[in-house]
C-alpha cells in the first residue's frame, strides 16, 4: 500500500512529484493518481491523527483494491447533501439506501457499517459533519477576546470597543459589530441586529457562560437571565448556553472569533479610529470582505454563498417588528422611594420603602414591578438631569403639599398675619438665589403660626427684625416659645390667686390655712 498521508504531506510542501516519488518509494504514475484523485475528492494536508492510509485508499480509489465485496458503496456525497435538510437523519438516508441497493440486487451495508464509512468519508474530507450542524439549527454568540482602542482627538487617551461575534456554524456565516461597553444593553442589541444581518432566527441560541446570558449554570440548573430570555421568546429561539468548560459546546464561534481577530481587528491595528461610530463602520467593512473571503480547498464558495445556497431557506422568520431591549434591575427602595436607571432617578410608590422591586429599562420607558403587578412607570430620559422625575401620587401627603408651594400664596397668606410677617416671607423669598430655595423657610413660618397663632407671630418677627435684618426660623421659633411659655405661666398664677392678686382660693382653706405658732 502507497503511503497515502506522506504523499499529501510532502505534495503540500511544494516537493516535485519525482522527489515525492523516490521519498515514499513508489512510482512517478503512483504520485500522480494519488495527488489527482485527492484534488477530484477535495482531500488536502493537513489531515487528522486517526485518518490511516487504509482510509485514504478507500476514498481515493471506491472498490480498486477490495477484492469481490459483496456490498454497494454508498453515495457519500449524496448522504452529506441530503443531510443538510430538516429532519433528514443517517437512519433514514440508511432505509433509503437499503431500498435502492436492493432494487437492483444488490447488498447493502448494515447501519453500523453505513454510518462509520460516511463518517471516515466526512473526517478525510473534511465535509462539515451535517450530523452536528444543520442549516439554520444554530446561532453562536460570543465576544472576541481582543478589541480595537478609540484614541481620544483632544489627549491620545486609548478607550477599548469590544467587537461582538455571531455566527451560523453549518455555513459559517459571521456577523461582527463594535461597542463601547459588554453590557447587556448592548449585547441584546448586538443579537437584535445580528438577526437582521441574516435575515432569519436559527432554531437554537447558543451564547458563552457571561452574565449577560446566565445567572446560574451548572450540572444541576441553569438559569438564564431574564432579558436574555424575554428576548429570546420575541424572536422564538431557544436558548442553550454552553457547558461549563466544554469549549468544544461552541467550537464554530471559536474559530469565527479567531477569524475576526485576524481579518478584522489586526487588519485594523494601524488605522486610527476616533470614535465609535468609525470604529463600528470599520468592523462592518472588514465583516464583509470576512465573509466573502473564498473558503480553503476542499471547500468551494464562501460564507455568503454557502449561507445563501444552504442555510438561509432554514432560517425561521424574523418577527414583525424588532425586539426594543429591556435591561431588569431589582434595587431596594430607599427613603427617598426613588430608583436608578444609571443616570437618572424615577418615584414610586412610598409605601414601597424598603421593599425589593423589578425595573425594567428599555431606551424610552422605565417600568417598575412589585410582585408582578406594576406600580409606576415613567418616559425614560436621554440626558442626566439635576432633579429625579417624582410623580405627586407617589409622594406622601406632606411632601405632595410641598410641591404645591410657590411664593405669591406664601405672600397672600403672610399679609392676613402682619406687615412683620410680609418682611420676613420677602426676606426668605429673596435671599437665594432662587426663590424655591426659601419656600422650606416659609413653610417653617406657616407651621409656626399655625401652633402659636397670628399675634404671636407677628409679634415675634417684629421683635427678630429689630435685631436683625436676616431673620431666620430659629430665633422667631425661640420667641414664639418663649412667649407661649410666659403666658402660661401668667395663667397658671391667675389661676392660683384666682385673678385678684394674692387672694387666697378655695384649696387653702380646705387645708385649714397657714398655722401661726
Known amino acids: ?24 518509494q513508489s512510482s512517478r504514475d503512483t504520485v500522480a ?3 489527482k484523485a485527492a484534488e477530484a475528492a477535495g482531500i488536502a494536508w493537513p489531515l487528522d491523527d486517526d485518518v490511516t492510509n487504509g ?30 435538510k430538516k429532519g433528514v437523519t443517517l437512519t433514514l438516508l440508511w432505509d433509503e439506501y437499503c431500498r435502492k441497493v436492493r432494487s437492483t440486487g444488490g447488498v447493502p451495508y448494515m447501519y453500523t457499517q453505513f454510518c462509520e464509512k460516511y ?6 474530507t473534511k465535509a462539515t459533519m451535517r ?38 456554524p453549518c455555513s459559517w456565516y459571521t456577523y461582527a459589530e463594535a461597542c463601547n461597553d459588554m453590557k447587556m444593553e448592548n449585547w441584546l442589541l448586538c443579537h437584535v441586529h445580528a ?15 457571561c452574565k449577560t446570558a446566565t445567572t446560574t449554570n451548572n450540572r444541576y440548573e441553569t438559569v438564564l437571565n431574564k432579558s436574555y430570555q424575554e428576548m429570546a421568546e420575541h424572536y422564538g429561539t431557544a436558548i442553550v448556553p454552553t457547558r461549563v468548560r466544554k469549549p468544544d459546546d461552541k467550537a464554530a464561534v471559536e474559530g469565527s472569533v479567531r477569524f475576526v481577530s485576524t481579518w478584522i481587528t489586526a487588519a485594523l491595528r494601524d488605522r486610527k479610529l ?3 461610530a468609525e470604529a463600528k463602520k470599520a468592523v462592518q467593512e ?24 444552504e442555510e438561509k431557506a432554514f432560517m425561521q422568520p424574523l418577527p414583525a417588528h424588532a425586539y426594543e431591549p429591556s435591561v431588569w434591575l431589582t434595587p431596594k427602595v430607599g427613603y427617598d422611594y426613588l430608583v436608578s436607571d444609571g443616570l437618572n432617578k424615577y418615584s414610586v410608590p412610598y409605601d414601597l420603602i424598603g421593599e425589593k422591586v423589578e425595573v425594567k429599562l428599555t431606551k424610552h420607558i422605565v417600568e417598575v414591578f412589585y410582585k408582578q403587578t406594576r406600580v409606576a412607570a415613567h418616559i425614560r430620559l436621554e440626558k442626566e438631569q439635576r432633579d429625579p422625575v417624582v410623580k405627586p401620587e407617589h409622594m406622601p401627603e406632606a411632601h405632595r403639599k410641598y410641591l404645591s408651594y410657590n411664593a405669591e400664596e406664601f405672600t397672600e397668606w403672610a399679609s392676613t398675619i402682619g406687615p412683620k410677617t410680609t418682611e420676613t416671607v420677602q426676606f426668605f423669598l429673596t435671599s437665594g438665589k432662587e426663590a424655591e430655595q426659601g419656600f422650606k423657610a416659609c413653610a417653617s413660618l406657616t407651621k409656626l403660626g399655625n401652633r402659636y397663632g397670628s399675634e404671636c407671630l407677628e409679634d415675634a418677627c417684629e421683635r427678630v427684625l429689630r435685631l436683625t435684618s436676616a431673620p431666620t426660623i430659629r430665633n422667631i421659633s425661640t420667641l414664639c416659645k418663649s412667649s407661649s411659655e410666659r403666658k402660661g405661666e401668667d395663667k397658671s398664677a391667675a389661676s392660683k390667686t384666682g385673678g385678684h392678686g394674692i387672694t387666697r382660693g378655695a384649696a387653702y382653706y380646705r387645708k385649714g390655712g397657714q398655722r401661726h405658732e
Open 1 to 24: 500500500m502507497a503511503n497515502y498521508r506522506e504523499i499529501l504531506r510532502l505534495y503540500s510542501l511544494g516537493t516535485s512529484q519525482r522527489s515525492i516519488a523516490r521519498e515514499v
Open 131 to 168: 450530523i452536528t450542524h444543520k442549516p439554520g439549527d444554530a446561532m453562536q454568540v460570543d465576544w472576541a477576546g481582543d478589541p480595537l482602542y478609540i484614541t481620544d482627538s483632544v489627549t491620545g487617551e486609548l478607550t477599548p470597543a469590544y467587537i461582538f461575534v455571531a455566527v451560523l
Open 33 to 35: 493518481d494519488v495527488i
Open 119 to 124: 463518517r471516515r468519508w466526512a473526517r478525510v
Open 274 to 276: 476616533f470614535s465609535i
Open 55 to 84: 482510509d485514504i485508499q478507500e476514498i481515493l480509489f471506491p472498490g480498486k483494491y477490495v477484492y469481490a465485496s459483496p456490498y454497494t458503496e454508498p453515495d457519500y456525497q449524496w448522504i452529506h447533501t441530503e443531510l443538510a
Open 286 to 309: 472588514k465583516l464583509e470582505e470576512l465573509n466573502r473571503r473564498p473558503f480553503k480547498k476542499p471547500r468551494t464558495g464562501c460564507r455568503f454563498s454557502a449561507y445563501e445556497q
Open 195 to 209: 438577526y437582521n444581518y441574516f435575515g432569519g432566527v436559527a432554531r437554537l441560541l447558543i451564547p458563552d457562560n
